[in-house]
């Protein structure tokens, strides 16, 4: 599976953005997808994920209620849009697939098979 990020930039706190993961190879949807972020001098942390069929969606608790993440199974796409962006939003986003065929929490990164390049997103105040 390849991974192509889009979307990112640069936005004012309050804002909006709505990064893109473009998703090649094989079927998408027997892929769990996830969003991962890095800041500058921390480690890669959990965001958001959407299982296979897109009936469960997963939040880490700084972003519930100001993030969606979607996917489309016609342009084999995950979104995430992002809301009432603050300053501390701003980090390089992964776009993540882990194959759905066997059972395993989709808030640790190391359970991911495939990733992206990353899109900065950066928020200014």
């Known amino acids: 599976v390849q991974l192509v990020e889009s979307g990112g930039g640069l936005v004012q706190a309050g804002g909006s953005l709505r990064p893109s993961c473009a998703a090649s190879g094989r079927a998408f949807n027997t892929y769990d997808m996830g969003w991962f972020r890095q800041a500058p001098g921390k480690e890669r942390e959990f965001v958001a994920a959407?299982?296979?069929?897109?009936?469960?969606?997963y939040y880490t608790h700084s972003v519930k209620g100001r993030f969606t993440i979607s996917r489309d199974y016609v342009k084999n796409t995950v979104l995430l849009q992002m809301n009432s962006l603050n300053p501390e939003d701003t980090a390089v986003y992964y776009c993540?697939?882990?194959?759905?065929?066997?059972?395993?929490?989709?808030?640790?990164?190391?359970?991911?098979?495939?990733w992206g390049q990353g899109t900065q997103v950066t928020v200014s105040s």
């Open positions: 993540a697939a882990k194959w759905a065929g066997y059972s395993a929490s989709l808030y640790q990164r190391e359970k991911y098979d495939y």
């Open positions: 959407i299982n296979w069929s897109g009936s469960n969606t």
